[in-house]
């Protein structure tokens, strides 16, 4: 457990049922409007890619590349930039009471850096959502607020496809350029490539058990009609070409 002020409680799903991205979108709205606890819960999902609220799909996204390679496209209510996503890409989600914007992600991303510190990882916060180790970016977050609760949502690569996540999405030249590189893929780096500093580090299985237990302290486990009504609610999320 982390020195976080407040218990955070792990949402879990009672079966290993393969969901669409836009179903955990809906999941966190679903939390943040249901229950008052603070909470956490780690997820991952099939070939995807998620763009931000004021985004112009045509710009920021390869549509003949995920068409063809049956990527799924999906709209989120946060703001921040586009993502590519897959099995090997931890999705992290906290939801907490509503606070000023900097505070929750201060509070937040502080703890997820040393959570990585604590296994061994350069990890240091960069500029307002990103993490990096060694200097690369290996998590990038996005908020969205709601009247009376936050929700925090990103990314942590672990052993994500690197060559389709250049491929699938396309961020705008001058922001590779602030960063000081030529491509997504210089930029980015998967956790994997550090496994021989921790045995947290072998697997996305393990990774997910070791933040799960790090944050969390119990478990409120969703029930079948939650599920029905989180379903019904992930059908805005997802983007039809």
């Not at 989600?93 to 509070?107: L, N």
């Not at 496994?195 to 697997?203: A, N, R």
Request: proline share 4%; glycine share 8%.
């Amino acid at each position: 457990m982390n020195d976080f002020e407040v218990t955070m409680k792990n949402i879990v799903i009672p079966d290993e049922k393969v969901r669409s991205l836009s179903f955990y979108l809906a999941m966190e709205e679903y939390v943040a409007g249901s229950m008052d606890c603070e909470a956490f819960f780690v997820w991952r999902v099939p070939p995807s890619v998620i763009i931000g609220r004021n985004q112009i799909l045509e710009n920021e996204v390869n549509l003949d590349y995920c068409a063809k390679n049956g990527v799924g496209l999906f709209r989120r209510r946060s703001g921040g930039g586009c993502v590519y996503s897959d099995p090997g890409n931890i999705m992290l989600s906290y939801i907490s009471r509503r606070g000023e914007v900097s505070a929750v992600f201060d509070r937040y991303l502080s703890a997820l850096a040393a959570a990585l510190g604590n296994i061994g990882l350069d990890a240091v916060r960069s500029g307002r959502n990103d993490i990096l180790v060694n200097g690369r970016k290996v998590s990038g977050n996005a908020f969205h607020q709601l009247p009376d609760r936050s929700i925090v949502h990103g990314t942590l690569l672990h052993s994500s496809d690197l060559e389709a996540l250049t491929e699938a999405i396309r961020p705008p030249v001058e922001k590779l350029q602030r960063h000081g590189v030529a491509s997504v893929r210089q930029r980015v780096a998967n956790l994997s490539e550090f496994k021989d500093i921790s045995p947290v580090l072998e697997t996305p299985e393990s990774l997910q058990a070791y933040l799960t237990g790090y944050f969390t302290d119990g478990d409120i486990l969703l029930a079948p009609e939650q599920l029905r009504e989180i379903e019904d609610m992930s059908y805005e999320y997802i983007i039809h070409c």
